[in-house]
C-alpha cells in the first residue's frame, strides 16, 4: 500500500469526498503528524486553533470508527462534511455484507466529545508552563490569570464523572433530529488515565442507563473510545 503523502496546510475538503476507509484514516493520521511536525504545530494542536479543532474532535473519532468497523468482506468508503449540517460523515458500505442484507449500503456518522467542561483552561496552562492540576478545581479569575488548586479523587469519582460526561452528550443528541441510520461517536478525552476496571464500570452504568432510557434506540449504534488507551466499545 502506498504511503499517503499530505501538505502541512488543513484542507478539510480534501475529506469533503468519498474515499475509501483505508485512505481516509491514513490521510488523517499523516494530516495530523504533518500538522505537528510543522512550525508551532503542537501549539495549534493543544489549543484546537484554525481547523485544528475538527481534525482532534471530529476527522480523528470518525478514523478511530472506521478501523474498528472495518472487516473482509466489507468494502467501506468514507465523506467527511464540515458543514453544520446534523452528521459529521457519511459511511458507504458494499460486499458480502450489503449484499446477504447484513448491512446497509449507507450510514451516517455524527461525533460529541466527551470532555471536562473546563478543559480549554487546563490546555492553556499546558501551553504556558503553568502548573495545573487537572479536574474541577480550576477557574480563570478576573484579572485573567488561570487558578488551579489540587484535588483528592477516588476511581469512583473518575467512574462517576466520565459516566455523567457521556450521558450528558447522549441526551444532547437525543433531542435532536439525526438522519435514519445514525452511528453515535462519542470519543472520551480524560484529564486522568483510565484504568481498565474503571472503564469496564463505566460500560456497567451505561449499559444500566440504557436500560432505564430507550431514547437512545433512535441510534442504530453508540461508539465510544477512550482517546488515551484507545479502548473501545460498540452500543
Not at 488543513?10 to 512550525?39: G, Q
Request: aromatic share 12%.
Amino acid at each position: 500500500m502506498k504511503n499517503v503523502e499530505y501538505n502541512q496546510i488543513i484542507d478539510l475538503n480534501d475529506f469533503e469526498k468519498r474515499l475509501p476507509s483505508k485512505e481516509f484514516t491514513e490521510k488523517v493520521n499523516a494530516l495530523f503528524m504533518n500538522t505537528r511536525n510543522s512550525e508551532d504545530g503542537i501549539s495549534r494542536l493543544r489549543l484546537r486553533k484554525d481547523n485544528c479543532k475538527k481534525l482532534i474532535e471530529e476527522l480523528l473519532p470518525i478514523s478511530q470508527f472506521l478501523k474498528v468497523f472495518e472487516r473482509p468482506g466489507l468494502d467501506l468508503y468514507c465523506e467527511y462534511f464540515s458543514g453544520n449540517q446534523n452528521f459529521d460523515a457519511k459511511i458507504y458500505c458494499g460486499g458480502w455484507f450489503v449484499e446477504q442484507q447484513v448491512m446497509c449500503p449507507e450510514y451516517f456518522l455524527e461525533v460529541s466529545v466527551s470532555i471536562h467542561p473546563k478543559d480549554h483552561l487546563k490546555r492553556e496552562c499546558l501551553e504556558k508552563g503553568i502548573p495545573c492540576f487537572g479536574g474541577n478545581n480550576i477557574e480563570r479569575l478576573k484579572d485573567g490569570t488561570i487558578q488551579s488548586l489540587p484535588r483528592v479523587f477516588t476511581p469512583d469519582d473518575v467512574i462517576n464523572e466520565h459516566f455523567e460526561y457521556i450521558k450528558s452528550r447522549i441526551e444532547d443528541k437525543v433531542n435532536k433530529e439525526y438522519p435514519d441510520k445514525t452511528y453515535l461517536i462519542i470519543p472520551l478525552f480524560p484529564d486522568t488515565l483510565i484504568i481498565q476496571d474503571e472503564w469496564i464500570e463505566i460500560i456497567k452504568k451505561l449499559i444500566d442507563y440504557f436500560k432505564l432510557e430507550r431514547s437512545i434506540v433512535k441510534f442504530c449504534g453508540l461508539f465510544i473510545y477512550d482517546s488515551i488507551s484507545q479502548r473501545s466499545i460498540f452500543l
